[in-house]
């Protein structure tokens, strides 16, 4: 803390005092000088924290770029159509197989759905079973408005909200929107003022998820409305399936099916899966940028007076950000693909300048695009799906996972961060005493001087009053 103490008296232009508030100034200047040290301990080592962030986030930023560059589902770009979109629509992932299917659709999924009519209002009231009250059951497990909860006949521990004995229909509707199940319910107004409905439906298709009721005498079921739950039920190149949902995403590797409409008995629709447009290009694009980014911004923070006008924040301490050395070089060497060769005991290699990523003299990579269009043209894609390995040395040693420790919640950077983390507390806890015992240094200070400046003041005005005495006396002699 800055001290800077006020002056604690105040004397005429014809007494004798001393400048209080400058003197403790001058004096705690001084005694400041540690506090100020830890001040800019402080603020260095908060500058030390924001650049490891920035270090981990580039490296994030890399090893995702990495990780899809050794993705093989990175290269095997993958669009599904569909011969009729009212019956299926479709989407592949970058894995899935191209060819074609043949699909019909008998069912598809559906909800619960209830409607009741002949209210004349929202308020008007409902009859329920008196012994058991109204209770709906949502699959497996039954609610009663009594509060008493069921599951497969089973009494349960769990309760739920007790419906009042002269419920509205509204009351119902609401109590059943309270229990937080896989159901929702509504009154709407009909055909006229005096015409409301309930409606009671599944949130959830398919039997599994049915949602009946029962111990309501009030109101009219709406046949036309009532909707029973049941599972979709298709036949995929002449294999039957049956699902409770409309999306489908096992019945074909990495296709995604959703069911919209029911084909005609005979009648089959064909889904296709094919190549789509060519994305490495993008991939090692994508990993060419994050890697530079890295190296530029580990460039920078490691500058010295050596090699740049404004040294960085670890100039003086490069070896914080070694490790990103040891990523250049892994980097470099490459990547290894297959199996290994019996013979040789080795998995082949690549180097990065023939997949289109050219190394420069300053760490940097750039992008070459005749050598990717040569490889693209021949074998790319076949390469990219043998188990693809950036910096290996075993399989629990490549440059991804050296990365992934290091910018792990437990790794280098973390540990490092945390430090300098730990170290700020340490020198916050010495700030704050230090703090204090300033605090009283400055006080007893402004005691001392206020105390002499007081004894000063007392002297020059005894001083004055003598002087003025041997004046008189002067005076009295010399006029007789």
Known sequence: MAVSPSNSSSSSSSTASIDVAGIVQQLMTAENRPLDTIKTKITQQQVVISDLGNVRSKVATFKDALSNFQNPNSYNNRVASTSDSAVVSATASNGAIPGSYTIQVSQIAAASKHALSGYSSATTPVTVDGAAGFTLTVGTTTYSTKGTVTVNGVASASTVAVLSASPT?????????????????????????????????????????????AG??????????????????????????????????????????????????????????????????KTIKDLVTAYNDLIGLHKTLTANNANSTKPGTFAANPTMLAFIEDIKSRFSAGLSYGAVNPSTGQRSSLSLASLGMDLQRDGTV???????????????????????NVGYISDSNTLLSFVNTASGSKGLLSQQIESQNNSIRDLKTRQGSLETKLNAIQNNYIKQYSALNALLFQLSSTSNSLTSALDALTNNNNNN
């Not at 929702?184 to 398919?206: F, H, N, P, R, Y």
């Not at 002449?238 to 590797?253: K, L, M, P």
């Not at 750039?366 to 894609?381: E, R, T, V, W, Y």
């Open 169 to 213: 229909v509204t009351d119902l509707s609401n109590w059943i929107n309270g229990l937080g199940a896989n159901v929702k319910s509504g009154v709407v107004q009909t055909t006229s003022s005096s015409q409301w409905a309930l409606t009671i439906e599944g949130t959830q298709t398919g039997t599994a998820n049915a949602v009946t009721y």
């Open 216 to 281: 309501l005498s009030t109101g009219t079921v709406n046949a036309d409305a009532t909707v029973v739950a049941r599972n979709a039920q298709f036949t995929l190149n002449g294999i039957a399936f049956e699902r409770t949902t409309n999306t489908v995403t096992d019945a074909v590797g990495g296709l995604s099916l959703n069911l919209l409409g029911t084909t005609a008995v005979g009648v089959s629709k064909t889904i296709t899966i094919a190549s789509g447009p060519d994305n490495s290009e």
């Open 366 to 388: 750039q992008f070459n695009s005749i050598s990717h269009a040569a490889i693209k043209a021949s074998n790319l894609n076949v390469i990219m799906s043998q188990n693809v």
